[in-house]
Nanobody, 119 residues
């Protein structure tokens, strides 16, 4: 299970930090990343570790402003979002491919958290 939190309202130029915690008895995270979906738009990849990748990957739209990090001990990933602008307004999701003994490797999505940036 993935649970995301930390969204809210920010002013343009401000910052927010999102967190996403993975929970369960026994699991292995194959990939995990942040995505967002604005009204009327498709869900887009923002930052994270893609399956088979080793390094953090970023979308061009957030490169240099957003930072993905991971605390393996807490099974938690973060998205530090700086220099926010109104175009960053969207519902933010964490998603990943996670292996469990009972289900094997499948994709999980956390519930979205709303980020609203005012001008």
């Amino acid at each position: 299970q993935l649970q995301a939190y930390g969204g809210g309202l920010a002013q343009a130029g401000g910052f927010l930090r999102l967190s996403c915690a993975a929970s369960g008895s026994t699991f292995i995270i194959n990939s995990i990343a942040w995505y967002r979906q604005a009204p009327g738009e498709q869900r887009e990849f923002l930052a994270g570790i893609r399956r088979g990748g080793r390094a953090n990957d970023y979308a061009d739209s957030v490169k240099g402003r957003f930072t993905f990090s991971r605390d393996a001990a807490r099974n938690t990933v973060y998205l530090q979002m700086n220099s926010l602008n109104p175009e960053d307004t969207a519902v933010y999701f964490c998603g990943g491919n996670i292996w469990t003994p009972s289900k094997g490797s499948i994709d999980y999505w956390g519930q979205g958290t709303q980020v609203t940036v005012s001008s």
